[in-house]
């Protein structure tokens, strides 16, 4: 009855669902504290104050049919121009409002960059080990998915492979940092190295190849650590942001497009994309959110909550004898794996109520992630488990 | 550097966008209240103070990390039980909440359940006239939109055209009911025919054809007429729903599908529909305002505010000697153009600071759309410049 394409979706997604009814039937056996659940990119802190107060005074005091209604399909203008700001604030870049489309999340704005740029057969390269969703993003459009293999000394993109696998048909690049499911963020020196790599490449093949950053994550980094612009190094950039981590939003679907005015024909993806927001069925983004986040620029989620889990469960797991690349964003660690069958090591881990995604599910076998956006009482109570479990493993 | 799909939208976008900015230029001119703008079909009347209630209770009460957090890409399932029992209270239906679908209002909704069931090449069949952005949404998953010419008599579906169209490539029908662009309603008496229709064609082709009901207009209806369930008639039929009109929340993009059971692989359609919502980005519809509507199941809008609009506008026309049939729902009026070029004659209308949308816009030349949804005073204030207008034609 459904359509060719989405056979192998619903095949590939009865996987998923069945880790999430395995947590459930664990937590109705045995308490949900008695589960440690990591399994989830699901923000445990919750919005700052600042999205509640901003709720109340807009229903309280603004014009329904504004706060409603439709506004044109980037979004409202007064919104836009605030987040531009912030960002030339925060990054020196020089953003105006036209540069900004809002949209429903961020994964509804790769989906919109995507049809806008995409031509079926287009190339589209990921770096592995890599959020699934983005070759289903790219088949929505009939792109072809590129993976590039992992370089899981440091997680950092492997550009040597990068660079042999651009053709004339790549059409634009995915990156995502701080870095889910390693938790890394991309030195500038990366950013550079791609960038140039990009630059070379375009004169090649005489192409336009957009860089695509997916930066959900942006705001989530610890140690001091910066999260280079990417707008800044490569023209032919696109961001696409969402506030579902930063203001601990995810279900409210509200995030952005930039498209600056560096990119080659600025002016036509900008007027093309507002139009695939539209005819994607978005129509445009959640209007009373969009004015929310427009008033919330400013604030954020409890940073200090996310930094102790990470290291508590960095250090925890370390003295368990597992080995790990200490991540400087996301809430994300990427484990390594004891037996190089890592689905094997999550299902033992279910014996000990640990739940873990195995790394095959970021195509990039022989790790597992673990999400520490859960509560710290869940981290501290999970380490003997842990312990437990890593006496199989001769630990 | 666009694609190639989205070249035709964005050329075609530019004759809409110059009627907006048309009605900008004039309202910067002669003042807001003396430009008669009838082109949009956005509220004017506001959402339900039930609305207002619900958002301050939620945020002030409910968790935030529930609240603003992920849940099933189907919904939340309090929310979706809601509605379900609703529905089953007013049309006698069964549905329960597995069969809703929370989406991003009804655009996204006909979306999603396009990519769930049409392949490339496939037919989908609209009847003239009609909102033209079908067009694209069919066109989002390469199927082949066929159109029905307009029974301008009645702006009843044209079956026996319907009849000879179906072909063994028809996968999906879209109806709209109460209708824009005419504010007709379809009869009990045609739902059935339709339904007969494709219950032989099905049976001839062997094959499903979808039903689909797109119902944003559904509670916007007068003179106590009904508006026919239309899953009680036809196995095959989905219903795509929005709260833009009934709720007048359109900038919140909240809807949602429903597919009954009785639907030929409903099991597998439902499921493959909630994948379908995931990956074309929108992941889940709106979270707080999914619980707002949840809450709002038993709200109405100031119905009574469009009624008199509508009879004042119909009959203020009719006194200047156009021709219309008198719409029985949502809000607008589709008027006979004295002249065969009616785009000639909304040309002509902007002379008298009158904005109406040609027909040629919903595949229907000789016709103009007038939405009502505009203050009453407007309403009023437009007669006498119709009337002037109407002199140019011998009135």
Redesign the interface.
Known sequence: ??????KP??QN?SAIREMFEEGGRLKAKYGADKVFDFS?G??????PKQ??EA??DL??NE???V?????SNAGFEDVRQSIAESLNRRFGTSFQAKNLIM???A??????IL?????PGEEVIVFAPYFL?YG??VR??DGKLVEISPDTSTFQPNLEEFEKKITAKTRAVIVNTPHNPTGVVYSEETIKKMAAVLEAKQKEFQS?IYLISDEPYRELAYDGVEVPYLTKYYDNTVVGYSYSKSL???????GYLVIPDE???SE??I??AS??N????????????QKVVGRCVDAKVNLDYYDRNRTTLYEGLKECGLECIKPQGAFYLFVKSPVEDEKAFCQAGKKYNILMVPGSSFACPGYVRLAYCVSYETIVNSLPAFRELMKEYGN
């Not at 049809?115 to 031509?119: C, E, F």
């Open positions: 009855m459904i359509s060719e394409k989405m979706l619903v997604n989830l699901n923000p445990n802190v919750p919005a999205v509640k709720v109340i229903i309280t014009d329904p049919v706060l409603h209604g439709y506004m949209t429903v999340g994964a509804s704005g790769l989906n919109v049809k806008t740029v995409v031509n969703e289903s993003y929505n459009y336009v601990s939003l995810p279900g409210e679907r509200i990119v080659d024909g036509e993806v007027t093309a139009i695939a539209r005819i994607n069925g978005s129509v445009n983004a959640p209007s009373l959110i």
